[in-house]
């Protein structure tokens, strides 16, 4: 029975949205909250690349490169499990001095991920992992522990400011905010950028890298029934 009625209830509420929404009694408008978090975590990708006349060589070289990399990771304090191979791939290499094209030896490439825990580490990691024999890094993103929390409190601000913004649109033109009938969540993006607050993560023998802020954004798209 108590199935019944809330069938009964939501199809009521469907037939008078329907209503408002033919006769042109409702508004629409979008909001949008963004939260700034300093970055408390960051992931970087290192590689190696080989090349040799012979393939087996081509790939131990490879692998005794990378196992250095890994262990120099190791030694200064990152954990197995935050070190993931992403990449790995084995390709003839050509020569074009002839007519026709031939096979003049093999490049390996061979890619890992790392996420770092610690930011007072980074500096060292990178320059660790250059000194092992890396010849290839990139991907370095910032991210932060609380990225979660930060877009559920954004998405609560967007819902907020949608709702707002209907009343004021209602408000334009002389009537007022009355039922809502739809939330809808549009989109979330979680963006780094860089201004005055950025601090520098010092190294006696690296480059100072900036970590700047993280941007955690929501959009939300009210209806709202005018009256």
């Known amino acids: 029975m108590k199935k019944a009625i809330g069938l009964v209830l939501i ?12 006769d042109g009694s409702t508004v629409a408008a979008t909001g949008t909250a ?7 975590m960051a992931s970087f990708s290192v590689g190696i690349t080989t090349q040799d006349a012979l393939i087996t060589t081509a790939q131990s070289a490879n692998s005794a490169a990378m196992q250095s990399v890994i262990d120099a990771l190791l030694a200064i304090g990152i954990v197995r499990e935050d070190i993931q191979t992403d990449y790995y791939s084995v390709y003839p290499v050509y020569s074009y001095d002839t007519a026709t094209p031939a096979v003049n030896g093999y490049e390996v490439s061979n890619t890992v991920s790392v996420i770092v825990r610690d930011l007072a580490q980074l500096p060292s990691l990178l320059d660790a992992a250059v000194e092992a024999g890396a010849n290839n890094v990139y991907s370095l993103n910032f991210q932060s522990s609380e990225q979660t929390a930060a877009y559920e409190q954004a998405l609560k601000a967007a819902a907020q400011d949608a709702l707002r913004k209907a009343a004021l649109i209602a408000q334009a ?3 007022e905010a009355g039922e ?3 939330l809808t969540e549009i989109s979330s993006a979680g963006n780094a950028y860089y201004d005055v607050r950025s601090y520098a993560l010092d190294s006696s023998y690296a480059a100072p890298i900036e970590s ?3 941007s955690v954004s929501a959009q939300v798209q ?4 005018m009256k």
Do not use: K, M
């Open 11 to 22: 199809l009521a509420l469907l037939t008078l949205s329907a209503a408002a929404l033919a």
């Open 34 to 40: 963004t939260v700034t978090l300093v970055p408390d």
């Open 173 to 175: 033109t002389g009537r």
């Open 180 to 182: 809502t009938l739809s």
């Open 212 to 214: 700047g802020l993280l």
């Open 222 to 225: 009210a209806i709202v029934e």
